[in-house]
């Protein structure tokens, strides 16, 4: 059983997918571990603390990944990478499958079984296994490190015999993973910290952290969240309202910090350019989900816009900001799901297709896309019969 860890070829992503700890790992569970020189580099991780781990080095991604039967990865690999990659061999790796079909039909024409780790079901034997948490929690706390850094005056209050500096005022839109990090990042800074989300269970735990819920709390409000813990779209009717209070709220705010995302969908719009415009200059937004079009207008992704001495952040890859954190967390994951495909008697890689961290995570095998939201939709057989007999 060999697993590769190839380097990432994204010049933006400074994550690798398997770090010493967990390589030493897969080789007591009987694996052979490859990884590529200077994979682990931008996460502080020198070649020689893996040879330490007992892993092989490899000059190249293509000798890295040749004959391995697992290839294990932060992002999902481009097709120049893929004629490489043995046919029937695992990739586990986050996809980010939503918009890029092509990317996941040349894995299925690859003939590899892709594993989409974002996809892993929100259940508790799962819960060691979720990249999106642990990436997201990362992510929430490098915003307000980011913003800090724009913000051209302190965070915290401040007594001093010249006088009392004001602490900054912070606003979160979004109470996930990210934004309650956030919360309590900026509340350790000093700041007084407000959110909001849509979701009604977000309120009491907005509170826990010490900050004060902002929100339209109506009929509409309380039944806004689906049975996986996730916000569902709101209607333009609950939209209009909850913009008002937001719009009064920000004229106030010194920083605020976006994170609303809903899976499968562009980021919803929270910030618009007369809320950006209404704010004090000096003032800084950072909008975490710049990747999925932003939650603020005018956020740009990767740029620091100034308008009207507002700045508007749109990193790209926070989490990726702290890579040395990040690779350690997310290689855990990896490790915690793969660990559950080998059999350790037989030492071998022994997946069970009908596991339901499987079949929630399995994008393509054998060929095809096989993911229920990515399958091709057959035509109807009366319509390809009418088909044949036109041409």
């Known amino acids: 059983m060999k697993i590769g860890v190839p380097a990432e070829i994204d010049a933006l992503e400074s994550r690798v997918a398997a770090t010493p700890e967990t390589i030493k790992k897969f080789i007591a569970l009987g694996a052979?571990?490859?990884?590529?020189?200077?994979?682990?580099?931008?996460?502080?991780?020198?070649?020689?603390?893996?040879?330490?781990?007992?892993?092989?080095?490899?000059?190249?991604?293509?000798?890295?990944v040749r004959d391995a039967d697992i290839v294990l990865k932060v992002r999902r690999p481009a097709n120049g990478e893929l004629a490489a990659y043995k046919a029937g061999a695992l990739v586990v790796a986050t996809m980010d499958p939503y918009g890029n079909d092509d990317a996941i039909a040349a894995m299925a024409g690859a003939g590899v079984t892709a594993v989409a780790m974002e996809f892993m079901p929100r259940i508790t034997r799962a819960q060691v296994m979720d990249i999106l948490s642990s990436q997201a929690n990362l992510a929430g706390y490098q915003a307000v490190i980011d913003a800090a850094s724009e913000y051209d005056r302190a965070l915290p209050m401040m007594m001093t015999a010249a006088g009392t500096v004001p602490a900054a005022r912070v606003f979160v839109m979004g109470a996930g993973v990210a934004g309650l990090q956030a919360i309590a990042t900026a509340r350790r800074l000093g700041a007084v910290v407000t959110a909001t989300d849509v979701r009604p269970a977000a309120k009491e735990q907005v509170e826990s952290l010490g900050a004060k819920f902002v929100a339209v709390e109506d009929e509409e409000f309380k039944q806004a969240e689906t049975a996986a813990g996730y916000a569902k779209p709101m209607s333009a009717e609950y939209q209009a309202k909850q913009a008002a209070l937001v719009a009064e709220h920000i004229k106030k705010q010194d920083i605020v910090i976006t994170t609303a995302l809903i899976p499968g969908r562009p980021a919803p719009k929270l910030v618009s350019a007369a809320m950006v415009a209404s704010m004090k200059p000096g003032s800084v937004l950072v909008d975490l989900a710049v990747e999925r079009g932003g939650n603020v207008e005018g956020a740009r992704p990767n740029e620091v816009v100034d308008i009207d001495g507002k700045k508007i952040v749109g990193h790209?890859?926070?989490?990726?900001?702290?890579?040395?954190?990040?690779?350690?967390l997310y290689a855990k994951n990896l490790f915690a799901f793969v660990e559950t495909l080998i059999d350790k008697k037989e030492k071998k890689l022994a997946v069970n297709w009908d596991d339901e961290l499987v079949k929630a995570t399995v994008l393509t095998r054998n060929g095809a896309i096989v993911h229920p939201a990515f399958r091709p939709v057959e035509a109807p057989k009366e319509i390809l019969v009418a088909e044949q007999g036109a041409s």
Do not use: H
Not at 47 to 57: K, S
């Open 32 to 64: 052979e571990v490859v990884v590529q020189s200077g994979a682990g580099l931008r996460s502080r991780i020198p070649d020689a603390e893996y040879t330490a781990a007992g892993a092989a080095i490899a000059a190249t991604g293509a000798d890295t």
């Open 316 to 328: 790209l890859n926070v989490a990726g900001r702290i890579p040395a954190t990040a690779s350690q």
